[in-house]
């Protein structure tokens, strides 16, 4: 492991991302939160979670959130993922949000929550195999 | 003696998942859950599962009783209860149990009661039956564990 100027550690592992991410995910399943928690763990980053969109709108109200990584599920209840990623870019948040869909969406729900201010959209389940590349190609743009 | 004691569970264990995947019950996105077990999480795969089975048995019971009710019409209801069986399925890969609730979702969507009906019966029999299977996994594996000498709380 090499430490760079910024004190960011880099692995050199393949199966990692390039810089330790703080990601914040948000979504109403136990389940989905408790495995996309350990998938940015097996990728080298660190993980919040929010149980909804409301959840994740006001950890950022405060202006002190800063997190390089929103994965963001669509259906919540509260306020649900089109909404809150909406609600975030007015705040001007600048984080990276992924919106996370299910395969029970069509073509013109996604596009809909693409148009809220996500940088990509992965459809459920996610996984490592899915997600590095895409963390890193995003990182690199 | 102990060693062979291991080789043998652990045979069993792999012959276990070879003709689970085999039967289509389960699929890669299980592999990538084992995958996420480590020494720093060393009970990731049965916490997650055993999270599924609260939570899916949840559903079924709310299911079950929306349908058995004479006056029911919510079929909203059964699509989303459904959704996320369908989600939760995907994300442990369980892959019989997410198809079958596909099948009872395109029933709902036809306000089919009967198809319903027949659908909860399928859908409810291919998680039992995954459940069953994922016990005799983790009863396998318990005994792996203690027959290599390795202590995890299960």
Do not use: W
Not at chain 1, 9 to 20: L, N, P, R
Not at chain 1, 28 to 36: A, E, G, M, N, Q
Not at chain 2, 102 to 114: I, K, Y
Not at chain 2, 134 to 143: K, R, S
């Amino acid at each position: 492991m090499a430490t760079t100027s910024t004190g960011a550690i880099e692995k050199t592992k393949s199966v990692e991302v390039k810089k330790k991410l703080n990601v914040l995910i948000v979504d109403d399943d136990t389940l989905t939160r408790k495995l996309h928690e350990s998938i940015i763990k097996a990728i080298g980053g660190i993980s919040q979670t929010a149980k909804n969109g409301e959840e994740a709108v006001n950890i950022h109200q405060n202006g002190n959130a800063s997190f390089d990584l929103i994965l963001m599920d669509k259906e919540m209840p509260e306020m649900d993922g089109l909404s809150a990623t909406k609600k975030l870019r007015e705040m001007k948040v600048t984080s990276m949000i992924i919106g996370v869909t299910s395969l029970a969406d069509n073509e013109v729900e996604r596009k809909a929550f693409m148009e809220a201010g996500l940088n990509h959209c992965l459809a459920k389940p996610l996984n490592k195999d899915k997600i590095l590349p895409l963390i890193n190609s995003l990182m690199d743009a | 003696m102990l060693g062979l004691g291991v080789d043998r569970l652990q045979a069993d264990i792999n012959r276990l998942l070879t003709s689970l995947f085999h039967q289509g019950v389960l699929d890669e996105q299980f592999l990538q859950l084992q995958q996420l077990q480590d020494d720093t999480s060393p009970t990731f795969v049965y916490d997650v599962i055993n999270i599924y089975f609260d939570e899916s048995e949840k559903l079924l019971r709310s299911l079950r009783l929306l349908l058995m009710d004479r006056e029911f019409s919510d079929y909203k209801k059964i699509g989303l209860h459904l959704n996320q069986l369908v989600g939760s399925s995907s994300s442990i890969g369980a892959r019989r149990v997410r198809n079958v609730c596909v099948a009872f979702r395109s029933a709902s969507e036809l306000n089919n009661r009967p198809g319903c009906l027949r659908g909860l019966e399928v859908v409810e029999h291919e998680y039992h039956y995954l459940k069953n299977m994922m016990h005799e996994l983790f009863q396998l594996e318990q005994q792996r564990l203690l027959a290599a000498g390795v202590r995890y709380p299960m």
